[in-house]
């Protein structure tokens, strides 16, 4: 009699498999005529002989068997995968010659680290070969700022490192941060070229290290970022970084920073809060984009609805575009 086909892969078991091969582990064993209705059983070792009857079979037991299983398939994994690099590494000149050179320029050019321990040593080596210029967007929440002091211990002796080898540095925060005690401290205990100014709004975090590589944020939480070298694209960046550091306010060194005063009773943050309410931004979003609590948001709100004489949210959208406070000439 022909044993039955079984139409699956070699490395699986099918339900009459797993059948049998649980009867063997409550019995102990099972009838060797049995296992020809489940080949797979033997051709994956799952059962084997009896030592003192050959007509019955024993299971191995399933731990043993499941890491056996999972070694084989492991390296059968790390054989694809190196077939996969071998495969890669031929054709690669190969697309870059098709394409006059393009596709393996760009793939040179970009890399995606994960993890924030890689992140900081992969910037922590650019920076050891900045001569020049460090410009750098840091956006901070209050949601994140533990993790942001928790940064600015990691990047200051780097910081002065390279302040010492005579490059410059130029950060942009939000002006929420210009009294942020971590910041503050910062900037005094930084010597040399190094300059921090602020904006309501700041974009994600960047880092341009001698307009040669970037680096910036690729997922929402920052395990993962980019690094960038690209020349045009990183030209693209310090073009953005010197248009919005031209716009900002002065923070660091204090001799040429300048506050500005309210308005109409609307403090340059009310300003900022009233644009942001006209676009119908939740408090959430508000609080995100000017790198504030939730709560401190809506102290905001409410002293800016006092000010105007609004009683709902509703009537300070209408308030504030009847005010006149966001008109350019104000």
Known sequence: MTAPQHDHPAEELCDEAVELYADALRSGHVPAARARTAPCLLDLSLLHPSAGDPGRLEPVAPAAALHRMLRVSGERIARERRREEQLAETFRPLIGL????????????LRVISGRPGINQAIGEAMENTTEELLAVQPRTGRTSKRGEAADAIALPRDQALLDRGARIRTLYQHTLRHFPSIT????????????????????????????????????????????????????????????????SPMHPRAGAVEQPARNGVTPRQRAIAQLLTEGHTDAVIAERLGMNIRTARVHIAKLAATLGSSSRAQLGYLIARSGILDPEA
């Open 98 to 109: 098709a394409l006059g050179g393009t596709a393996a320029t760009a793939a040179e050019s």
């Open 185 to 248: 401290a910062r900037y005094e205990s930084l010597r040399g070229d190094v300059e921090a100014r602020t904006l309501d709004e700041v974009t994600e975090r960047l880092i341009v290290l001698d307009r040669t590589v970037a680096f910036i944020p690729a997922n929402s939480d920052q395990t993962l970022a980019l690094e960038i070298r690209h020349p045009a694209i990183v030209e693209y960046f310090g073009t953005v970084f010197d248009r919005l550091w031209r716009l900002a």
